[in-house]
């Protein structure tokens, strides 16, 4: 089951980084695919990097500079990006779409960005920005800039911004199909495929029912359905597939616990139904067309 990042994903490998990244010192950068890196690389020489972050599935490494003009690096992982942190004892940390780069020497073929770093005794470890289909960036940006990348996006699925006032507004001027609608990160943001049909599974309602014929309960109940799925999703440390669940520093859990995504043909969890699968937007969709409405 190959699984895209998404924000429990995201926001697992932001907190594994803010952990070995914290007050580490980038001493050189290799840019080996310049469509993968924006910016001047010459400035990260020096900068500390005081905090990793995220907002949405934008991952940001804030630097801490001696000047007004800060910048912060901003990445997003799109399908096939990764983040791998070598530390001292050569013990890896990080994450990001699977595959064997995890475990290989690195750099490899689909390392983009490499950054050597120094720690507070002077030793030497890495980061690798690795992207195999290229889609993925990263960028060194003005807090301006930053801000101006964070207005693209609705507020997060997992916050107290994603109100049910919020949510059922912006249900309400759609008749899209519900699915579509809670996927759209300029509706609300972080639900991602797999969360979404589990969401929409967890709450019994047809991913295919037009937005606005929810009534106030379901839009209640599919607002906590979702963030459930997302906050088990990050306590559980993303979804990893089969093959890489046990590989140090980037295992998750959450390809366990799902309720619908890869399940077709098999029982509903939620009643006796046999969950399906259909194509909704151009996405594979799992749902129980027994108990989902």
Known sequence: MPIMPELPEVETIVRRLNQVLTNKKIVSVVVHKERSFEGNAELLINQVISQVSRRAKLIRFHLEENNENKHNLLAHLKMTGQFIFVGLDKKRIG??????????????????????????????????????????W??????????????????????????????????????????????????????????????????????????????????????????????????????????????????????????????EGEDCKNCTGIIEKIKLGGRGTYFCPNCQK
């Not at 390392?111 to 507070?120: A, C, E, M, V």
């Not at 997060?156 to 609608?181: G, H, P």
């Open 138 to 263: 990263v960028r060194l940006l003005s807090q301006t800039q930053v801000e101006a990348e964070y207005n693209k996006y609705a507020p997060d699925i997992n916050t107290q911004e994603a109100s049910l006032d919020y949510f059922s507004k912006k249900l309400e001027k759609t008749s899209r199909a519900i699915k579509q609608v809670i996927m759209d990160n300029k509706i609300i943001s972080g639900v991602g495929n797999i969360y979404a049909c589990d969401g929409l599974n967890l709450a019994k309602i047809n991913p295919s029912r037009p937005a606005n014929t929810l009534t106030k309960v379901e839009k209640n109940t599919l607002l906590s359905a979702l963030k459930h799925v997302i906050n088990l999703g990050i306590k559980l440390g993303g979804a990893t597939i089969d093959n890489y669940k046990n590989v140090d520093g980037f295992s998750g859990g959450y390809q366990n616990e799902v309720l619908t995504y890869g399940r």
């Open 95 to 136: 994450g990001g779409h699977p595959t064997q780069d995890w475990v290989n020497q690195l750099p490899s073929k689909h390392t983009r960005i490499s950054f050597k770093l120094l720690d507070n005794n002077g030793n030497t470890e890495h980061l690798y920005f690795n992207d195999m289909r290229i889609f993925g």
